[in-house]
């Protein structure tokens, strides 16, 4: 059962949404502006990784593995295309389509922003990787941010208990790290690509949770 209007609380995500949203805006801009100390900081992430990835050729292939197959961002997609098929076959057809578009947006969001940013992704004489389309913000930290943060916001909404919440947001907060670590490490986007990913990521469901709760609040009360 979801949630009765009583319980859902859309100050709390919006308020969450907002001040993500807010980070990732400030963030964008000392990115286009090429501020030097988060410039200097991106540099120095990036050169400490590559050289451990160059020199360790099994963990590179791990992360690669983890990249490009557990946390690739069409992973993401088939498992939230699993979600939308239950919740369609549960009846729950315009919540399927709430999670479908979420998911869309959030895709929308970061290609925009990929072409409106045009920033160049690391380049090395010895890349261990390689990846397509501009680096600002990083597809796969917003991808698993945004599935994972779907999950916990569908276990919430459909009143799950605390510690299948918990495990699930753990899961999240996890792969969220690990996927931008496979990133870094693998040395095809800067540091503040992937907290960009993340910011955003957190903003899009947020902000998508504060919507479907005022439509809740407005329609069933």
């Known amino acids: 059962m979801l949630l009765a209007p009583s319980e859902t609380r859309p100050a709390v995500p919006l308020r969450t949404g907002l001040v993500c949203a807010l980070l990732a805006g400030v963030l964008l801009v000392a990115v286009v502006a090429q501020w030097d100390p988060l ?3 991106d540099r120095l992430t990036a050169d400490g990784l590559h050289r451990r990835a160059v020199a360790d050729p099994g963990l ?6 983890l990249s490009d197959w557990v946390w690739d961002p069409w992973t993401m997609r088939a498992l939230l295309a699993v979600v939308v098929a239950v919740l369609l076959r549960r009846g729950e057809r315009l919540l399927a389509l709430w999670v479908a578009a979420t998911s869309g947006l959030g895709t929308a969001v970061q290609q925009g922003l990929k072409a409106a940013v045009g920033r160049d992704r ?5 890349p261990v990787d390689s990846a397509g389309y501009a680096a600002f913000p990083s597809g796969h930290a917003l991808s698993v941010t945004v599935a994972f943060g ?4 569908l276990l919430a909404l459909h009143g799950a208990g605390r510690r299948a919440r918990a495990a699930v947001l753990a899961a999240g907060v996890l792969s969220a790290l690990g996927v931008g670590f496979t990133r870094l490490f693998l040395g095809v986007h800067w540091f503040s690509d992937v907290l960009g990913g993340w910011l955003i990521g957190v903003a899009v469901v947020a902000l998508s949770a504060a919507a479907h709760a005022r439509w809740a609040l407005k329609h069933r009360g």
């Open 39 to 41: 410039m200097a900081w």
């Open 60 to 65: 590179t292939h791990l992360n690669r593995i």
């Open 122 to 126: 690391p380049r090395w004489p010895d």
């Open 150 to 153: 779907l999950l916990v916001w």
